[in-house]
């Protein structure tokens, strides 16, 4: 190869070549290494949700400042199933990525329960509505008051006492029963893990 005397001698600096490097984009198998090494996400999970780059951009969205692990389980299983029900890609989402990675933060703060989240989801689909105007509309925050959750396990507790005897006799297995009763209750609003610590405290006093 002999280059043409007549056209200057093309001189690229390190610094030129840089940034040209930093402006290429990334590459899918790049993306899903930092995928998995910055965010924690599995080899298949990473996988899935570079295939497609209007997926990868969706998901990097939503995960500002919410759990990555999370959020990638909400857009591989609820989201997915839902768009491929209406047959509708990423891009054509009715949920916004902010609104889908605001409605992981609602579960991760105690807003809402993962029960109740579903049904703000559906709710999502329907209308494209952000999560916290749904939950403040439809009265679904969680019930913190540990008073009024104490107040619900005693109506339960003393409409059952047999079963509390039967508890007692050692059949720990009808404590979930007893949970499942206070969730009923509380139309899904009470935080299972704090139902279960109250009833056990409820127990332990009867």
């Not at 329960?113 to 049904?119: L, V, Y």
């Not at 396990?153 to 409409?159: F, G, P, R, T, Y």
């Amino acid at each position: 190869y002999f280059p043409d005397p007549d056209l200057p001698p093309l001189d690229l600096t390190d610094e030129y070549i840089d940034t040209i490097r930093k402006n290429l984009p990334e590459l899918p198998e790049k993306k899903k290494e930092r995928f998995m090494n910055e965010l924690g996400l599995s080899e298949y999970d990473a996988g899935i949700l570079v295939a497609d780059r209007e997926t990868a951009a969706y998901f990097e969205e939503a995960i500002q400042g919410q759990d990555a692990k999370k959020v990638a389980n909400w857009v591989m299983g609820d989201l997915f199933a839902a768009l491929n029900k209406e047959c509708l890609s990423i891009h054509e989402s009715p949920i916004k990525a902010k609104d889908l990675g605001a409605l992981v933060g609602l579960i991760t703060d105690g807003t809402i329960s993962g029960k109740i989240a579903k049904d703000v989801f559906e709710i999502m689909l329907e209308t494209g509505k952000e999560p916290a105007v749904i939950v403040e509309e439809k009265g679904l925050k969680q019930v913190t008051d540990t008073g009024a959750i104490e107040a619900m396990i005693d109506e339960i507790v003393k409409a059952n006492m047999d079963k509390v005897a039967e508890i007692k006799a050692g059949k720990d297995k009808l404590k979930g029963w007893f949970v499942g009763q206070i969730m009923k209750a509380s139309q899904g609003k009470v935080n299972p893990a704090l139902a279960n610590q109250l009833l056990e405290k409820k127990l332990a006093e009867v």
